[in-house]
């Protein structure tokens, strides 16, 4: 029982610590980005807590990953294995049948 208590607060912890770090600076409540981030690792449950209640930004946040947007236009070729070049194999071809 002792283990599943501590393993539920290290995922808490662990929760909060990324939580904080992942947050953009200017979305972080009451104290810099870096107080927090100290809160949270010397405070542990209690700092996760203090996080959650007060640092923590209030509703959704913005999508993080922004993608450029698509150009139109031809596409660059994937690159091909040699198996799928012609020339390749044509040269193979004769190698082999030099060796015969």
Do not use: H
Request: charged residues 25%; negative net charge.
């Amino acid at each position: 029982m002792s283990v599943l208590l501590g393993l539920a607060v290290l995922a808490f912890w662990l929760y909060c610590l990324f939580d904080v770090i992942t947050t953009p600076d200017e979305e972080v409540r009451y104290l810099p980005k870096i107080l927090w981030v100290l809160v949270v690792v010397l405070l542990a449950m209690i700092g996760g807590l203090f996080w959650l209640l007060l640092g923590r930004p209030l509703g959704p946040r913005a999508p993080r990953l922004v993608l450029p947007p698509e150009v139109p236009g031809p596409r660059p070729q994937a690159p091909r294995g040699p198996d799928d070049d012609p020339d390749f194999l044509r040269d193979l071809d004769r190698r082999l049948r030099d060796e015969d």
